[in-house]
């Protein structure tokens, strides 16, 4: 990873083409402005601005502007905001391992969907930062971005890493009105009870990967797509338990809101493919609007089954809003005790 401040960036559609369409040309601009103010050069891929419709039926672009991306003279690659197919880049960027010959060390921030992703460019050796995402986070409507995630934004921006984390004073509300009227309005915020220790000890290490439970998931379920399970597995995408070694494993739920049931589900899908023997600890991101959050904890204590791995809840990670970055593959500790997360990059 580029341990240098970033002068360009240049945003990608890899999942869905919102940006492009417009009704949302207001927070284009809100997010624009502000990574301007910054000093940072605006550019976006060739079709990353093509709309919801074309960037859903062009998986082959958006695997292209993702390689352009990589060999252009950018110094970060943001994603506009995650989905729920780009696994379909899967063939376009590895049949000839057209990803491997392409990339280069470059900053590469997602979250969500984008999971996927994360999981592609670990398998060429890129470490990679989750968390935040340009229509979701730089684009916010409120007055200002919000200050915990610019926070960490502006540090990855700055330095090129993030050396550690800390939980957040408080948590939103998620916003359901994102109309031109609505513009310069706080969604209201509550107290943050911190990282929270469900199990194991307070202190422990490792290096730190995973992402959205509802896009694993489905690298395991074909229930939203018929091939997802069938293209991961050609493609070798999920790691392998040795692959998970020693490593932190990182979960957040989407805006879905998975009802127990399910999460149980996607939970016991990770056991039966061996990450949780395997992995040091587990981190557990905030559920957006804390849904189902209580019930999501005893689930994950009672499926793994092993009272000795640590697992750690609420991390301002994901689909809760405000969000940290994580940076992937570096080694990091967790240290409940300090209430924090650091990165020795």
């Known amino acids: 990873m580029k341990a240098n401040k970033v002068k360009k960036l240049t945003i990608v ?19 624009e402005r502000r990574l301007q103010e910054w000093g940072i050069d605006v550019n976006y891929a060739p079709h990353a601005m093509s709309g ?8 082959e672009d958006r695997a292209k502007d993702l390689l352009e991306a990589f060999g252009s003279d950018t110094d970060m690659i ?3 905001i995650g989905g729920d197919e780009t696994y379909r880049l899967l063939p376009y960027l590895f049949d000839n391992d057209e990803l491997k010959k392409a990339v280069t060390d470059k900053i590469f921030l997602g979250f969500s969907d984008t999971t996927f992703n994360h999981f592609m460019l670990r398998k060429v050796g890129l470490k990679t930062f989750y968390g935040q995402a340009f229509f979701s986070d730089v684009c916010d409507i409120a007055p200002t971005m919000a200050p915990y995630s610019e926070k960490y934004l502006r540090e990855l921006l700055e330095t090129g890493t993030i050396r550690e984390i800390t939980p957040s004073d408080v948590w939103y509300d998620s916003r359901e009105d994102f109309s031109v009227a609505a ?18 000890a307070p202190v422990f290490t490792g290096e730190i990967f995973g992402g959205c439970l509802d896009s694993i998931w489905d690298m395991f379920n074909n229930e ?11 493609y070798n995408l999920f790691p392998t ?15 879905e809101k998975a009802t127990p049931e399910k999460y149980r589900n996607m939970i016991t899908a990770l056991k039966d493919a061996g990450v949780f023997d395997a992995v040091n600890g587990v981190l557990l ?12 904890r005893k689930i994950i204590v ?12 609420n991390i301002n990670i994901g689909h809760a809003t405000p969000r940290c970055i994580i940076p992937f593959g570096v080694p990091a500790t967790v240290d409940v005790y300090a209430q924090k997360i650091t990165f020795h990059n």
């Open 183 to 200: 513009v310069g309005t706080t969604m209201p915020s509550h107290p943050n009870a911190g990282f929270v220790l469900l199990q194991g």
């Open 13 to 31: 559609s890899l999942s869905r083409g919102i940006i492009g369409e417009h009704f949302v040309a207001h927070e284009i601009a809100i997010g």
């Open 285 to 296: 991101g905030k559920p957006a609007d804390e849904y189902n959050d209580a019930e999501y």
């Open 241 to 255: 338990p040795d692959e998970w070694c020693g490593k932190i494993l990182l979960l957040e739920t989407s805006e």
């Open 52 to 59: 919801l419709d074309y960037v859903a039926n062009h998986p």
């Open 224 to 234: 939203r797509y018929a091939d997802t399970v069938t293209q991961c597995n050609k």
């Open 78 to 80: 943001l994603c506009a």
């Open 302 to 313: 009672d499926v793994i089954g092993n009272k000795d791995l640590p697992i750690v809840a």
